[in-house]
């Protein structure tokens, strides 16, 4: 039967909106899916300086399941490492990933000569180390984890960055604190401030502090160099026990051994005083509370699966990997990571921050705060 012209023409009003739509929606597509001019400038100026900058996430993603596995070389706790590569494996289970921990100072300094022999062959991500930092950095990929974090292409916070290379990211932060058995030293006697531990009452092996004299050095960006250097002389001179390993130490204190510790990492503490039935292990945040940039990780030049590995440091740095590292580190989680719990114990505190100005240096101020001590030095 014929159709009405009235109808015809419905019909064909209907038809050029539905090829409208369909326009429209495939323009959309097509400018949602195209870089804007600020990310192809930020791609382009990463370039020139050699750095490798991606425009989209999907791409990573897509890069990534292309290569389908990751090895890590991490430094983190083994209850972290655990849940983090379930939790990321939940995320990216096309990832086949392996991780392998990297403990002592030792084992992180016998990996970086195997890294300049050019013996590391299956590594993907690496921790670097905080003690031998400048020498890892040649043998760090050059992806622009700055860039792509400021174009929203990567998302983890801006100050877990390192600004001048722009491809480290520290997933961390760690604060000194001091711990103290409550039943050996009443809460009126345990110190308020570093200035403290000088007075007479501390002096002739009443506290006890690390052989390296971390603590000290991290007080330099709150009060300089020199001041740093004399508080540590000072803290010597009141010939303190020295000892080697935080939970060591600490397991000391609890067993009413030691009173007092200057110098334990807040979640070392932490973990002691979950552990710890008796209740006799206090903790105190001293002002300016040293805090440090920390867990360093990139991916390696000689990387085979360099896209996993930024998505497995991107993930790490997100809320949820954040929220990982407060759970089970303790406490763990970056004091610039919104809502962490260092975020949450220092507000309204002065901090005493080894923030990317500091993070290269703190092996000198460390060198200058065992000069200050009298500590011998190896020939």
Known sequence: ????????????????????????????????????????????????????????????????????????????????????????KKKYPFINLRLQELGSVEENQRFLLEIKAGSVKDWDVNRVYTDFYEE???YEKKFDFLGMAEQKVLHMPLSLIDPRTRNVVTVSSNMTVIAYNKKLLPADKVPDKWEDFLKPEFKGRKFVA?????????LVPAWGIE????????????EPIYGRGHTRIIASVVSGEYALFLGPNLGAVKRAQDKDRTGSLGMKILEPAPTRLHEGNAVLQTADYPYAGLLWLEFMASPEGQKIMDDHWPLGASVFSPGSAQEQLTKGKKLSVIDW???????????????????????
């Open 1 to 88: 039967m014929a159709m009405s012209r009235r109808a015809l023409t419905y019909l064909l009003f209907m038809m050029t909106i539905a090829l409208v739509v369909s326009f429209c929606a495939t323009v959309s597509v097509t400018l949602a899916a195209s870089p804007s001019p600020a990310l192809l400038k930020a791609k382009k100026e990463a370039e020139a300086k050699g750095y490798i900058f991606e425009t989209g996430h999907d791409e990573i993603v897509a890069k990534a399941k292309k290569e389908g596995r990751l090895r890590i070389a991490s430094t983190l706790d083994p209850d972290v490492n655990k849940v983090m590569g379930e939790a990321f």
């Open 136 to 138: 890892y950095l040649p």
């Open 210 to 218: 690390d052989i390296r004299p971390l603590p000290f050095a991290m």
């Open 227 to 238: 001041k740093a250097a004399d508080f540590a002389r000072k803290a010597a001179a009141q």
């Open 357 to 379: 100005n500091h993070y290269g240096k703190l092996d000198d101020y460390l060198k200058r705060m065992v000069e200050a001590m009298g500590f011998p030095k190896a020939k």
